[in-house]
């Protein structure tokens, strides 16, 4: 079960991330966190795969980010990707408040540049930032992926144009297996299993 404090932050960043992408006109600032289904349905996914090393691209406030180090052991560890400063530095406070801080590394910078100069491997990749640029970051992230692996990418539903690269990317992959799961905004899960 995910403990209290980690439930309580989780509930009042939830309220506070509609409050403020509601009256915030200005996109950089919105949240635009994860739906809690969707939430719920990747950590029904992370429990179970014990994975140990985590990409995230995409951390905003670190809303999604503290259901990945709920959802992995002591020894797990999730690095975390967003290119603006001020949302990583709430992700670091509200990964404090919930007790997870040690599990998550948080990286500001653009995801793309900067994961040429990560060292895999990863067992699962969670893309959530510009769609666009998910297809150059899997090319890049290819090698640096466990045998064993899940890729996820929110947002097929809701910009369906936008991730029709990654989508096309993940198709030429004979090794994977993929499916679009229609909760919230639509999750791609892709997956490969172990020989
Ligand atoms: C949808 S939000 C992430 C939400 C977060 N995963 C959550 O559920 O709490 C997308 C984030 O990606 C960041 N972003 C967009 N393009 C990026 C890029 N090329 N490199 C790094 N960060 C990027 C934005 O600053 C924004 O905070």
């Known amino acids: 079960m995910i403990d209290a404090q980690v439930r309580a ?8 991330g509609e409050r403020n992408d509601r ?5 950089s600032r919105k949240m635009l966190n994860l739906e809690r289904e969707t ?10 795969r014990k ?13 999604s980010a503290i259901w990945l ?11 975390s990707i967003d290119r603006n ?6 992700a670091r406070a509200n990964l404090d408040r919930a007790g997870l801080s040690e ?11 900067l994961v040429t100069k990560l060292d895999g491997p990863f067992d699962l990749i969670f893309f959530d930032a510009d769609r666009f640029s998910a297809p150059e970051q899997l090319a890049v992230l290819l090698p640096k992926l466990s045998q064993e692996v899940l890729l996820l990418a929110d947002n097929v539903l809701s910009h369906p144009a936008e991730i029709a690269g990654y ?29």
Not at 9 to 16: D, F, H, P, Q, R
Not at 23 to 27: F, K, L, P, V
Not at 51 to 63: F, K, Q, V
Request: no cysteine.
């Open 9 to 16: 932050v989780l509930e009042e960043l939830e309220a506070w």
């Open 23 to 27: 009256s915030e006109a200005d996109r």
């Open 39 to 48: 939430a719920e349905l990747i950590r029904a996914l992370v429990v179970p």
């Open 51 to 63: 994975a140990r090393r985590i990409l995230e691209i995409g951390t905003s406030n670190g809303y």
């Open 69 to 79: 180090a709920a959802s992995i052991s002591e020894e797990g560890r999730v690095i």
């Open 85 to 90: 400063a001020g949302k990583t530095a709430m």
């Open 103 to 113: 599990r998550v590394e948080l990286i500001t910078g653009d995801a793309t540049e």
């Open 167 to 195: 989508l096309a990317a993940l198709a030429t992959l004979s090794d994977f297996e993929r499916t679009v799961v229609p909760v919230g905004k639509g999750l791609s899960v892709a997956y490969r299993l172990a020989d």
